[in-house]
């Protein structure tokens, strides 16, 4: 399995939990200071405090995202890492003549991510100390009537803790972590999704197509995003080649079927499921949370782009629906991050949106009908072919806003440490974007009066009416990395859901204090 370096964990990790509590000031307002998120920014450059000794100071080096490598491991991470070495390794040490501040040339060094396959230099949590010590957490009445959990060692993949394991509940958003596994499985984490414009041959019809690509932006600043403006600049300089200065506006959005609207119904967390939005359809300067969405996404990014059109000297019709035929000429495109990237956004802060175009791209890849009901089917097709464990488990979406989605706590800890596994390195970012207690995302704010899980407890969370649920990673005291998935829920009379929240994080917690050999 592929888990963080371990060596010196023990001795090391109230240095790491100093060091986390003092950069933590310093990553929040770096953090804010650069938002709306670059592609380049990313959960690796933060997940250092997370487990290794060698990254406790990587909240420093947020800006270093770099390209995968074979082994599925970023470049950049790999080079961060070497730097913090003495010696540059086998291949690129230093001379003794050479200052020690001087420039690395390409250093080498393990991975931060190492691989210890089925071993390890510390022990694993005995399975009757551990329960001694997640039992009578499970059993708090604020959870809920209902409460699974399972805990796995995963350098081993043995399980340690089972409360329940194989029975299905209301996952809430850690579906997202099922949909991330399908999505990096196919179509990948080198896809990417493209918005494109077309000219209608012996016409002056222009047709604007969506891809399914809710991150497409219109800000000025794209920050890394595929960016509305830069399609219109060159689909205004297409047009303007072809002495075309005055044309029809259409748009296409016949990519998805069946529904727009979301089962849940008009929600803040969510805008119409459509192959056509700009900036998630948020009619402000947000990027993530809830918020009033725009009540026709395509039809407000076409207004934009003929906006944009105008402003670089092209006159447009009002833009209208419309289907691009197959011999319509290519006049400009741009695409998305690759789904390497939207997963880490989606998981870090529980993004909706993208959560259901990331499920679309399954279904289309995969050749079903890309709606909620073939997203489902693509879904459980995708994570039956990486052999996991499905019994009982139903899909009705990709975000879990639905609350006919039923996953256990066994198939969800399965999704992590096959996260894990150096056999599928295209599925790291599942575990690299999970939100980091206290730092990042949707956990920014939680853990941050618990010393011994900030910084170490990265998790998923999941929470609606009388559900609440968290599943993830945490390193325990002696520096074994373990994956966890509490489902809690109780529709009769739904707990409150703060006591709930505290309460799995507390369970998370003892989790992280926990050496229980």
């Avoid at 540059?88 to 040339?105: F, I, L």
Wanted: aromatic share 2%; with cysteine; glycine share 8%.
């Amino acid at each position: 399995m592929v888990v963080p370096e371990l060596r010196a964990w023990r001795a090391a990790r109230p240095h790491v939990v100093r060091v986390a509590r003092t950069v933590k000031p310093h990553v929040a307002r770096v953090t804010q200071a650069i938002r709306p998120r670059s592609v380049r920014f990313t959960t690796p450059q933060l997940t250092g405090v997370a487990a290794t000794v060698g990254l406790a100071l990587a909240a420093g080096a947020v800006a270093a995202a770099g390209p995968w490598d074979s082994s599925g491991q970023r470049t950049a991470e790999r080079d961060w890492a070497a730097s913090q070495e003495g010696e540059g390794g086998a291949d690129h040490g230093r001379t003794s003549a050479s200052s020690r501040t001087s420039p690395q040339p390409a250093p080498s060094a393990a991975s931060v991510l190492a691989g210890l396959g089925g071993s390890t230099t510390v022990p694993a949590p005995a399975e009757k100390p551990l329960a001694n010590v997640l039992d009578p957490l499970l059993d708090d009445a604020a959870l809920g009537a209902r409460r699974t959990a399972v805990v796995v060692d995963v350098a081993t993949g043995k399980r340690l803790y089972s409360k329940g394991a194989d029975a299905v509940q209301i996952p809430a958003s850690t579906t997202k972590i099922a949909t991330a596994v399908a999505a990096l499985s196919v179509p990948g984490p080198d896809h990417r999704i493209e918005t494109r414009t077309v000219l209608e041959p012996g016409t002056k019809e222009v047709v604007l197509v969506g891809g399914g690509d809710p991150t497409l932006t219109a800000r000025k600043k794209a920050d890394g995003w595929a960016s509305l403006r830069t399609l219109a600049d060159d689909t205004a300089a297409a047009l303007k080649a072809r002495h075309l200065d005055r044309v029809t506006l259409s748009y296409d959005t016949s990519l998805y079927a069946g529904p727009a609207l979301h089962p849940i119904g008009v929600n803040d967390n969510l805008a119409q499921v459509t192959s056509l939005m700009v900036d998630e359809a948020r009619p402000d300067d947000s990027t993530s949370g809830p918020v009033t969405r725009v009540p026709d996404p395509a039809a407000d990014a076409a207004r934009k782009f003929a906006d944009l059109l105008h402003d670089n000297g092209i006159e447009t019709t009002s833009p209208g629906p419309s289907k691009a035929t197959n011999r319509a000429q290519s006049l400009a495109s741009v695409s998305s991050p690759p789904v390497s990237a939207l997963v880490e956004r989606m998981l870090t802060n529980s993004d909706n949106d993208i959560a259901e175009a990331l499920a679309r791209q399954v279904a289309l890849a995969t050749h079903e009908q890309p709606s909620f009901e073939g997203d489902a089917k693509a879904i459980h097709a995708q994570l039956k072919k990486l052999g996991l464990p499905l019994s009982g488990a139903d899909f009705a979406d990709g975000s879990g806003l639905n609350r006919a989605d039923r996953l256990s706590a066994d198939l969800l800890t399965a999704l992590l440490t096959t996260s894990g596994d150096p056999a599928h390195p295209e599925l790291r970012t599942v575990l690299t974007g999970l939100p980091i207690a206290g730092f990042t995302g949707t956990l920014s704010a939680r853990y941050t009066d618990t010393p011994a899980a900030t910084g170490v407890v990265r998790a998923k969370t999941g929470t609606l009416t009388g559900v609440n649920t968290l599943a993830g990673t945490v390193v325990d005291t002696d520096g074994r990395l373990l994956a966890f998935a509490f489902l809690t829920s109780d529709e009769t009379s739904p707990p409150d859901a703060l006591a709930a929240r505290t309460a799995l994080d507390h369970t998370a917690t003892a989790l992280a204090a926990c050496g229980c050999r």
